[in-house]
C-alpha cells in the first residue's frame, strides 16, 4: 500500500522546498513533486511552492526516513502544515 499526503511550511523560500524535496527523494522509494502555488499574484512574502507532494510505500523504515527528514526542517523553519492524506493500493 501507498502512502500519499501533501505538506507545506509556512513562509518557505521556493530553494528551501526545492531542497527538502531533493532530500526526500533520495530515500529509496520515496516520489516528491513540487506542487506550485495557484494565485497569479506574485509577491516577495510569499513562496511560489503551494506544498509538497509526497508519495512512498508504508513500510516502517521508509516512514520513519520521511518522518525524520520532514520533523528536521520542520524544527529549522517550522510551519509544518500536512495538508492531506491518502492511502491508495
Not at 19 to 28: M, P
Not at 50 to 77: C, F, H, M, N, W
Amino acid at each position: 500500500m501507498l502512502l500519499h499526503y501533501q505538506v507545506r511550511f509556512q513562509n518557505l523560500p521556493l530553494m528551501v522546498y526545492r531542497e527538502i524535496a531533493a532530500h526526500l527523494a533520495q530515500v529509496e522509494q520515496v516520489e516528491v513533486e513540487v506542487v506550485p502555488q495557484s494565485t497569479t499574484q506574485f509577491t516577495y512574502a510569499q513562496s511560489q511552492v503551494d506544498s509538497l507532494r509526497v508519495s512512498y510505500p508504508e513500510t516502517q523504515a521508509v516512514a520513519a526516513r520521511v518522518e525524520q527528514i520532514l520533523a528536521y526542517y520542520g524544527d529549522r523553519y517550522g510551519g509544518l502544515e500536512t495538508i492531506a492524506v491518502d492511502l491508495a493500493v
